[in-house]
């Protein structure tokens, strides 16, 4: 999906590219740069190629890093099914408590979690989710070998969850750094700018490929943006493994 901000991003870098390209025929005519097209395109050649593998390792890496995130929220999510199905097994009371401790804290992590992820904060009421879940774990007490056996899976469960929990908590912080993005951004405009110095006589032609290298460039820089931190912006993990969660205890309870 383009946001405004894309579309105002590649623009502007359209216009700046072709603005260069206008001034550089103005000041140097197409006839003098051929003179120098081969030692121009052998060079455009080595910096394109090496830049073109730069920007495919980072938006291999950045998605990767995306995807992550999307399996680590829904193994979050399992784990807390699990430990909601679980329960089944336990004493009513307990049962009872634990698994209105696991629906609280899926509703929580929709309602809350989610968007203070996006302002790079923990929202209080999730660890207290959490903590009201391992409460609720701790304290029962069984009577029979078979419960043992479920409280341990519960238990073991439980702590998947909050280790998926934390580990989200430090995926919604991460970023690109800044010297990355420096190389990214820098790489684009030599690549841009050195394909102004090759010298084509048909101006339109000239026009039309460097409108199309920039608009590819950008385009990919912008992509690499918009997946550089899962919980933000428009391409963002969504917390849909958490409504599955929530549908899934609405039918247990045969709601």
Known sequence: MLTLWTVVIIAASVFAAVGLLLILRHRWSPAKRREANDATAFYITVAGTIYAVILAFMLTSVWEDFQDARINAEQ???????????????????????????????????AEEWSAMTREEVS???????????????QIEVS??????????????????????????LQSQFRLPGILWLVLIFGGVVTVANSCLIGVEDARLHVLYIVSLTCLVALVLVGIAQIDRPFHGTVRVAPESFEMALATFDGADGK
Do not use: C
Not at 76 to 104: K, T
Not at 124 to 138: D, I, K, M, S, Y
């Open 76 to 110: 979050e999510a399992n784990a807390l099914v699990n430990v909601f199905r679980l329960a089944v097994a336990l004493p009513d009371s307990q049962r009872s408590e634990i698994q209105e401790a696991a629906r609280a804290y899926a509703q929580v992590t929709i």
């Open 124 to 138: 209080p009421r999730g660890a207290e989710g959490v903590e009201r879940l391992w409460r609720a774990a701790t």
């Open 144 to 169: 029979r070998p078979s419960e043992q056996a479920v409280l341990q899976q519960v238990l073991a469960e439980l702590a998947k969850m909050t280790e998926h929990r934390r580990i989200r908590q």
